[in-house]
């Protein structure tokens, strides 16, 4: 399947944090982890294309289980450390901000070297 990254981008671009988010965000990731053991566990917040504009999804990931498969239509995936069980909202959101710029410079490469 093919990958349109320009379109990628143009959706990645779009994704607003918005008060609403950070605070479904910030209630999941500081719930108690699942093995508060594990210190490679890590909550994540996956973004994908959907009719709207885009989906989100959280999950727990233990990083020793194997890859981490990401769907079609991923657009972005960010991962907050169990082994910090305080997430400030503020953190969240800044967070969020780097790994969207992160992500849009990712698929700008991507798309100068016509990949």
């Known amino acids: 399947m093919s990958v349109n990254w320009q379109q990628k981008l143009e959706k990645v671009q779009q994704i607003e944090v918005t ?5 479904r965000i910030y209630e999941y990731v500081n ?3 699942p093995d508060p053991r594990d210190f490679h566990g890590t909550y994540r917040v996956l973004f994908t294309e959907s009719e709207e504009e885009h989906e989100v999804e959280m999950f727990w990931w233990e990083s020793g289980t194997g890859w981490l498969e990401y769907p079609d239509g991923y657009l972005l995936d960010v991962g907050f450390s169990s082994y910090n069980p305080d997430h400030s909202r503020e953190s969240i959101q800044e967070r969020l901000q780097e790994v969207i710029s992160a992500r849009t410079r990712e698929i700008e490469s991507f798309i100068s070297s016509d990949y």
């Open 19 to 23: 008060d609403n988010l950070v605070q």
């Open 31 to 33: 719930q108690d982890a």
